[in-house]
C-alpha cells in the first residue's frame, strides 16, 4: 500500500499557530485516497527519523529559542533527507528556521539549520493581517494561497532562491520586495498559517504527491470534494483584499 | 480651561445622545470622550467610591465572575460596574461616569490593559483567574501578557487573589495577605493535558510540569518534578463537584469561613473556577458572610451570552459565547455531558474585537461533537472556513449548511426540531445576534442585559 509518513519536528514547543489543522489536512487528503498516513513527533534529544515529510510551524519566542539549539544539531540529518528526496513543509517560526538564523532586536543571534539560503532579523513593528499571494510551483499552473501572518521578523532570500509566490494582498517575508516564503526543490517554507494548508487544498495535495515522490514515483491523486475549502479560501482571498 | 465637573457632564451626555441614536448603550463611547478630556478622570472618578473598588481580569470568565461577586454584594452594596463587558479603559470610565452614588466599585478589566486600567482604579482587591492564548494577532503571544501580569501584581499595594491552578498566574507576587483558589477533586479531571494546553513547562526552571490532576486547559494540581515550584495551598478551594446535565452543578465550597455544599444553576467546571474567583475575593474584602456568598451563587443567572436560555417563537436557543479556544473547548465539553444529539449555529467572525486571524479554530476539540450533531449551520464572516474545520473534525458534511447571515442561521436551526438550539458564537456575532433578538423584543439590549 501506498503510505506517507510525517515527521513532526518539536510538536510539544512549535504549535502556536493551530499547526494540527495543517496536518489534520495532510491526513484527512490521503486517507480518503487510501493512502496510509503516519505521523510521528520529534522533541529535543531525540534522532531525527526517517520520514517523507518534515512538518516544522511556529512557536513563542521563548519556545523557538528553547528548540532552535538542538535543531541546528539535527541540520546535518535534515538536510541528508532532504537530498534523498524528502519533502519540508515549514512555517512561521520553522520558516525563520530553515535559514541561516534570527538575528533580534538587540543583535542576539539564534541559529538555524541553514537548510536553505536565507536570513531573517526583527523588524521594528510585527507584520499582522491576512494575506494573499500568487505561485506557480509548477509551470503553467498558477494558483492563489490565502491565509494570515504575524511575524516581528523580515526575511530576506539568498541571491538566486525563488520565493514561494509573490505577495498580492498583505507584507510576506519583508515588506518590501513582495517575496513570500521559499521554495526550494521539495522545501517549502512560508509565513502563512491561518492554518496554511485547510483553505489551499492544491498545496496540500502537491505537498502529498511531493512527499510520495521519494519511495513512490509520481503519484496520481484522486480529485476530492473541495466545495467548502474553496468557498473558504474565495471569503479569505476577498477579506484580505479588502483589508 | 474646563473643570472636571463639567467634562464629566459632557461625557455623561454624550452616553444619552449616543443611546438614543440606537448606536449602542454608550458603554465606551462616554469615557473615551472623557479620557481624551482628562486622562486621569478613571483614578478621579474612582477615588470618590467611598467603599473603594475591585478588579477582576483573566482571560475568560472576567464578566461572569465579576457578575457574581456582585450578586453577593449587590444585597447590601450600591455597586458600580461596567456590567456590559466594556472592559478597556474607555469602558470603565464610562461605568464610572455613569454611576453617581456607589458605595464599591466591581470592574472586570481587559488582561492586556490591566498594567494601564488598575494602577489607575487602586482597587483594593485584585483577582487575577487565568491565562489562555487568545487573539494573538491582537494580544501577541501569552508571555507578554503574562509578563505585563508579572509586573502589575507586584506593584499594588491591594490584596491580590489568584488562580492557584494556572501555572502562569499562581507564582504572580503578591504580598503575605494574598488569597490562592483551585479545584480540588480529581474525580473532575481530564485524562491527559489537552491539545490546546498554553503552558507545559515550570515558570521558574523550564522543566515539564507535572500534573497530578488537570482541570481545565493548562488549569490543575501542578508541581514542578525538577525544582520543587508546585500549586499553592487552596485557602478557597470547591470539591466534590457534580454535574447535572446542563442545568446545574454542586459543588462544596471550602473557604477560611467554613464549608457549604450548594448548587449552581449553572454548567460547566469553567463555571466553577468562575464561583470560586468571587468567592475568594468576596473572603479577601472581608466583609461578606458565607451565607451572603452562597446565596448570590445559588440564584445566580448567566451572565449574556454565556448559556443564556432565549424564547424564539416558543422554542428554545440557547446563547454561548466561544472566543478562543480553552473557552471553546469547555464549551464543547459542557455540551457534551448531555449525550442527546443537538442542533447548533457556530457562528465565527473575523472582525477587531474577535480578532482577525482565526487560525484558533483548529486549536478547538470539534472533534468531541462530531458523533453529538444532529444539524449544524454555520455562520458569520468566516462561515465557511467554521464548516471546513467541522468536516475535519469528522462532523459528517451533509449535515452542515453554510448561512452567512446570523438571524437566517438562528431562525433555521430554531425551526428545524424540538429541543434547543445551541448558538456558539464569536464576541462581535453574539452582539450582533443579540442586536437582531432586541429588534424582535425576544432580550433587552445588552447594556441592560447585564
Known sequence: MTDLTVCHLYPEHLNIYADRGNIAVLRYRCERRGIGFTVAGCGPGDPLPEADLYYLGGGQDRDQVAVSEDLAGKAGALRTAVAGGAAVLAVCGGYQLLGH??????????????????????????????????????????????????????????????????????????????????????????????????????????????????????????????????????????????? | MIAFPAKVAAARAAA???????????????????????????????????????????????????????????????????????????????????????????????????????????????????????????????????????????????RLVRNADDPLVAGLPGGDDALAYGIDDPSVALPELPHAADSKWCGACGSRLRYDAVYLGHLGAWACPACGNARPRLDVAATSVEFDGLDGTDITLRTPLGERRLRMPLPGLYNVYNALAAVAMACALGEVTLERMTAGLEVFGPAFGRFERVSIGGREAVLVLSKNPAGANEVIRTLAHDPAPKRLVVALNDRIADGRDVSWIWDVDFELLAGGVQSVWTSGTRAAEMAVRLKYAGVDPDLVRVEPDLAAALDAAVASGTGPAYVLTTYTAMLELRGALTRRGVVPPYWEAA
Open chain 1, 101 to 243: 538564523g534570527y538575528r533580534g532586536h538587540a543583535g542576539d543571534e539564534m541559529p538555524g539549520t541553514g537548510l536553505v539560503d536565507l536570513m531573517t532579523e526583527a523588524g521594528p513593528k510585527r507584520m499582522i493581517g491576512n494575506i494573499t499571494i500568487r505561485c506557480e510551483l509548477d509551470q503553467g499552473d498558477p494558483h492563489t494561497v490565502v491565509g494570515f501572518e504575524n511575524h516581528a521578523g523580515r526575511t530576506h532570500l539568498g541571491a538566486g532562491v525563488e520565493p514561494l509566490g509573490r505577495v498580492l494582498h498583505g507584507n510576506g517575508n519583508n515588506g518590501s520586495d513582495r517575496g513570500e516564503g521559499v521554495r526550494a526543490g521539495r522545501v517549502i517554507g512560508t509565513y502563512i498559517h491561518g492554518p496554511l494548508l485547510p483553505k489551499n487544498p492544491w498545496l496540500a495535495d502537491w505537498l502529498v504527491r511531493a512527499s510520495l515522490e521519494r519511495r513512490h514515483g509520481e503519484i496520481h491523486l484522486d480529485p476530492l470534494d473541495d466545495a467548502l475549502e474553496l468557498e473558504a479560501h474565495r471569503v479569505a482571498e476577498r477579506i484580505a483584499a479588502s483589508s
Open chain 2, 16 to 158: 444619552g445622545l449616543s443611546r438614543r441614536a440606537g448606536a449602542g448603550g454608550g458603554t465606551s463611547l462616554p469615557g473615551k470622550l472623557l479620557l481624551r478630556m482628562a486622562p486621569d478622570a478613571i483614578s478621579r472618578l474612582s477615588s470618590r467610591i467611598s467603599g473603594g473598588v475591585v478588579v477582576v481580569s483573566a482571560t475568560n470568565g472576567k464578566t461572569t465572575t465579576a457578575k457574581m461577586l456582585a450578586a453577593m454584594l449587590e444585597p447590601e452594596r450600591r455597586l458600580c460596574r461596567n456590567a456590559a463587558g466594556a472592559n478597556l479603559g474607555s469602558g470603565v470610565a464610562s461605568a464610572l461616569i455613569a454611576c453617581r452614588d456607589a458605595d464599591l466599585g466591581v470592574f472586570e478589566v481587559d488582561e492586556a490593559a490591566l498594567e494601564d486600567v488598575a494602577p489607575a482604579l487602586g482597587p483594593r482587591v485584585l483577582g487575577l483567574g487565568n491565562l489562555f492564548r487568545d487573539q494573538l494577532d491582537r494580544y501577541g503571544e501569552l508571555e507578554l501578557v503574562a509578563a505585563r501580569w508579572r509586573r502589575i501584581s507586584a506593584s499594588g499595594p491591594w
